[in-house]
T-cell receptor, first 113, second 116 residues
Framework: KAGVTQTPRYLIKTRGQQVTLSCSPISGHRSVSWYQQTPGQGLQFLFEYFSETQRNKGNFPGRFSGRQFSNSRSEMNVSTLELGDSALYLC????????????FGPGTRLTVT | KNQVEQSPQSLIILEGKNCTLQCNYTVSPFSNLRWYKQDTGRGPVSLTIMTFSENTKSNGRYTATLDADTKQSSLHITASQLSDSASYICVVSAAGGSSNTGKLIFGQGTTLQVKP
């Protein structure tokens, strides 16, 4: 069974630009969650999607948004990038929700200059 | 306030030695507790997941314990190997309004370095 895949793996952007990250969950998993990981803050929850609907949302500004498609693939978008957005963005999928075991992808390393 | 605290923040041990990582939480209502291993630059990988009724769970050389009364968990690594060098993250799931929702509260992690 293929694991969670994320693309791209590395990305360099300039302040003010926007970026879209992609996540393909494990086949059969309907829940996709996104996390931001920085050395200072650790792992922080961004949002969770289930059956194309955002079900949970963390405490991040509206510049961070996401969506989920009918095949459960998910995208995350960050607009008007700031230097502080530099982080490892992780996607995790689970069968039915965050209360179930989650499987993480390798992450996308975003650097904002 | 829901919180997960891990100790120590970092740890250095010699190859072959055992070690124990601690996790204290104040999360309510409690759903389950997980330990993840994260290698540098990679996504976390699940080691164990324990519910309220489970007090010990093993995965190879990794053994997790849970004391739901004191709200403490530990991860014991036996006969450490160089490949155990990683960050270990304790995550507690809080039950939500419906059966599948809820939220995850992450600890800051313990960085383990195993030296030859």
């Amino acid at each position: 069974k293929a694991g969670v895949t994320q693309t791209p793996r590395y990305l360099i952007k300039t302040r003010g630009q926007q970026v879209t990250l992609s996540c393909s969950p494990i086949s059969g998993h309907r829940s996709v969650s996104w996390y931001q990981q920085t050395p200072g803050q650790g792992l922080q929850f961004l949002f969770e999607y289930f059956s194309e609907t955002q079900r949970n949302k963390g405490n991040f500004p509206g510049r961070f948004s996401g969506r989920q498609f009918s095949n459960s693939r998910s995208e995350m978008n960050v607009s008007t990038l700031e230097l502080g957005d530099s982080a490892l963005y992780l996607c995790a999928s689970s069968r039915a929700g965050v209360r179930y075991e989650q499987y993480f992808g390798p992450g996308t390393r975003l650097t904002v200059t | 306030k829901n919180q997960v605290e891990q100790s120590p923040q970092s740890l250095i041990i010699l190859e072959g030695k055992n070690c124990t990582l601690q996790c204290n939480y104040t999360v309510s209502p409690f759903s389950n507790l997980r330990w993840y291993k994260q290698d540098t630059g990679r996504g976390p990988v699940s080691l164990t997941i324990m519910t309220f009724s489970e007090n010990t769970k093993s995965n190879g050389r990794y053994t997790a314990t849970l004391d739901a009364d004191t709200k403490q968990s530990s991860l014991h690594i036996t006969a450490s190997q160089l490949s155990d060098s990683a960050s270990y993250i304790c995550v507690v799931s809080a039950a939500g309004g419906s059966s599948n929702t809820g939220k995850l509260i992450f600890g800051q992690g313990t960085t383990l370095q195993v030296k030859p």
